[in-house]
T-cell receptor, first 112, second 112 residues
């Protein structure tokens, strides 16, 4: 048990639609990150939030956006879904600066 | 681009044998973290090793770090069928957001 919970676990969307994935971080962790993991690949960093502000972003287009709430929970929003967005989306939480980063079980997104 | 590369990409051994996985990376790091991932599931944190540490142990796991060679290794002793999974190393860079940069992983299969 990492204390990081994600919802939903699985979902199917149609190309062009929008999706929102949710994450509840481990108690007290004020840093939340999102990763995309395509089948057979390592996870790729999407962005990170610290105290409700984005403080780092990977090589993902602006249609990937996020939010962090005062209770440190977070959302990942993806607009105009493309087939290549099909992947496992992982949320991770931690304290900042060089600490263990804990992952949730992920949300499987299939775009058809 | 991936920071790290795991070697081998796949490893198959008999139960009870030791398994060694290697990881190389390209730029200076704050720390390196090893994760396990069972098929289709989230990442389970195994060990964090900081840049000023050379070796860490946790149960049957031993991790080494050689910053001069920019490499790390994960040794699993007395392997069990339940150790079958993909193993990833991930680095946290010295500067910028506390993001993990993953390699492609090593797929470990333990044969009973």
């Amino acid at each position: 048990e990492t204390g990081v919970t994600q919802s939903p676990t699985h979902l199917i969307k149609t190309r062009g639609q929008q999706v929102t994935l949710r994450c509840s971080s481990q108690s007290g962790h004020n840093t939340v990150s999102w990763y995309q993991q395509a089948l057979g690949q390592g996870p790729q960093f999407i962005f990170q939030y610290y105290r409700e502000e984005e403080n780092g972003r990977g090589n993902f287009p602006p249609r990937f956006s996020g939010l962090q709430f005062p209770n440190y929970s977070s959302e990942l929003n993806v607009n105009a879904l493309e087939l290549d967005d099909s992947a496992l989306y992982l949320c991770a939480s931690s304290f900042p600066a060089g600490n263990t980063i804990y992952f949730g079980e992920g949300s499987w997104l299939t775009v058809v | 681009s991936q920071q790290g590369e795991e070697d081998p990409q796949a490893l198959s051994i008999q139960e009870g044998e030791n398994a060694t996985m290697n990881c190389s990376y390209k730029t200076s790091i704050n720390n390196l973290q090893w994760y396990r991932q069972n098929s289709g599931r989230g990442l389970v944190h195994l060990i964090l090793i900081r840049s000023n540490e050379r070796e860490k142990h946790s149960g049957r796991l031993r991790v080494t770090l050689d910053t001069s060679k920019k490499s790390s290794s994960l040794l699993i002793t007395a392997s069990r069928a339940a150790d079958t999974a993909s193993y990833f190393c991930a680095t946290v860079l010295l500067q910028g957001a506390q993001k993990l940069v993953f390699g492609q992983g090593t797929r470990l299969t333990i044969n009973p």
